[in-house]
């Protein structure tokens, strides 16, 4: 009998690719260098560490993440694949940049402090992996629509460019883990169905690909040589990183789409039995199991010596690692999908209540929501003070959020000489601090001419971006604005030094004041404003 070969393949075989290759015949475009990441960054869906848990968060807090307030926020158009109403490609931060893909085929390169579109490439088909970024690469997968077969991709980080795609059989739904020089993630084979695969990084040449009886939604979590994923039939499966052999099953009975989190020797992960399960990591015996009463995709975080997991019934739990014992629960609006994020002592998730919230750790108390006004199903992201994430379409968009607490500006003047004379010259120094703890972004400082004297001239100094002014003319009086034009971090200055010439007789009164503003949320406006007052001798 003759077999007939899939309509995706025939096409492939047909036609050259739209991107850089097809699966079994890799090349490379020019490669990219990048800067190498904070350890405080984000660079993948489960983080490095396999836990998404950001031990290295010291900005955002218990004691202030209730300040919590909108950074900047960035519609992006979910057409023309917009039969799905929220998105679940979660945010990636490396190197001040934040990546991720959306229900358009793209995949986007915005700047984490202020949301400016840095590029967008087109993948061909919508994104729901989470992008990983390692070496000056961003790996993410795409799912196949209408003609557009889907496809891994490897972009330069820095431009978006394609350096290598590898064509698969299988919707890449679940998010690449990137270690040692491998990435790991699904592909499938067009005779066999779901796999587990592993690529060279670097060329994108297939290393592995182990057949699944079922399709991998979860992502691949990678620790100690292990992968360790779930698969639609019920099973977690662990495989030798090296090698793809299999080396333990485990039946959960039911889907599951959780990614599991590793950690001290055990593999945490849900079920949509209802069920959270800790397994040994080395041989897969069932340490303990948590019923929630409802299904579980979320994926967990685990820190300190707990487990942080969402469930179908709106809770998210805190259980003890050790045991499994719950240790608090927290009751939402709507279902928990949302994979929680914890840094600093603070949980965060989303719901399909539509908010996003932030919870002690501790002990589960209420700290901060907002609401999007649609349901949250992207897990959040959190690094160097800023909470992120990826908010479901409203309107025919997606809309990506950034919170912070802000920058506190402190602004003063001071008068030099204090004691003046008709026809003597003044100058106003007026230092902005930014106390932190965010950057503070395109400061201005808006002054005058102070009535009695006529301007001189003015100058700039601090920060490496300094700034420009509009002044009057030389010996006029009037408005002057100065703009910083960048961004001052924590703990700097931005210094303004106005000088002005008395024109004003013996016994005036010479009133000078100022005001600092900033792009970026401020939390403390009370000293945003300086007053200083002279008497003409």
């Known amino acids: ?17 739209a991107y850089a290759q097809t699966s079994g015949n890799v090349s490379n475009a020019s490669a990219t260098t990048s800067t190498a990441p904070s350890p405080a960054d984000w660079t993948e869906f489960h983080r490095d560490n396999m836990q998404r848990w950001n031990p290295y968060e010291t900005v955002l807090g218990v004691n202030n993440v209730g300040s919590l307030q909108l950074k900047w926020k960035s519609a992006i158009r979910s ?46 088909s919508p994104v729901s992996s989470s992008p990983a970024v390692a070496n000056g690469v961003v790996y993410v ?35 690449p883990a990137v270690v040692n020089g491998v990435v790991y993630t699904t592909c499938g084979d067009p005779f066999t169905g779901p796999t587990v695969c592993a690529l060279n990084a670097s060329t994108g040449a297939l290393l592995w690909n182990l057949s ?103 809770n998210i739990y805190a259980l003890k690692a050790g045991t499994g014992a719950m240790l608090w629960r927290y009751a939402t609006g709507g279902n928990v999908q949302s994979s929680p994020a914890v840094a600093n002592g603070v949980v965060y998730f989303g719901s399909s209540d539509g908010n996003v ?40 968009n997606g809309v990506v959020y950034a919170f912070s607490v802000g920058a506190d500006l402190f602004l003063r003047t001071r008068p030099t000489p204090t004691t003046v004379h008709q026809g003597d010259l003044i100058t106003y120094a007026f230092p902005v601090w930014n106390l932190g703890p965010d950057n503070a972004v395109h400061e201005v400082l808006t002054t005058q001419v102070p009535e009695g004297t006529t301007f001189d001239y003015i100058r700039i100094s601090g920060t490496p971006g300094l700034g420009t002014c509009t002044t009057p003319p030389y010996e006029g009086t009037g408005e002057i604005v100065c703009h910083e034009n960048s961004a001052m971090a924590p703990n700097t200055t931005w210094t303004v030094r106005l000088v002005v010439k008395v024109t004003a007789p013996s016994g005036t009164v010479i009133t000078e004041s100022a005001t600092a503003t900033e792009d970026t949320t401020d939390p403390n406006l009370a000293n945003n404003t300086a007053t200083v007052s002279m008497t003409v001798q």
């Open 79 to 124: 057409y023309p694949f917009a039969g799905t109403s929220t998105f679940s490609s979660s945010p990636a931060v490396v190197n001040g940049v934040i990546y991720f893909g959306a229900g358009n085929g793209t995949e986007y390169a915005l700047n984490a402090s202020t949301g400016a579109t840095l590029w967008s490439a087109s993948i061909g």
């Open 1 to 17: 009998m003759l077999a007939i070969a899939p309509l995706w393949l025939m096409l492939a075989t047909a036609n050259s690719s």
């Open 357 to 396: 919230y932030a919870l002690n750790a501790d002990t589960g108390a209420w700290l901060w929501n907002f609401d999007t006004g649609v349901a949250v199903d992207s897990s959040p992201t959190v690094a160097h003070g800023v909470a992120y994430i990826h908010a479901g379409v409203l309107s025919g």
């Open 212 to 314: 699944r009886p079922n399709a991998v939604e979860s992502s691949p979590a990678v620790a100690n040589g292990v992968v360790y994923v779930g698969d639609d039939g019920g099973e977690v499966a662990a495989v030798n990183a090296g090698t793809g052999a299999l080396m333990w099953t485990y039946a959960t009975g039911n889907v599951v789409k959780s990614s599991p989190a590793v950690a001290n020797g055990v593999v945490y992960v849900g079920s949509e039995n209802g069920n959270v399960y800790a397994l040994n990591a080395s041989t897969g015996a069932k340490l303990w199991s948590y019923a929630t009463g409802d299904y579980v995709d979320s994926s967990p975080a685990v820190a300190n010596g707990v487990v942080y997991i969402g469930s179908g019934n709106g």
């Open 141 to 175: 997968g795409s799912g196949g629509a209408m003609l557009i077969s889907p496809y891994l991709f490897a972009l330069n980080a820095n431009t978006g460019a394609v350096i290598w795609s590898y064509m698969t059989s299988e919707n890449v739904v679940s998010s």
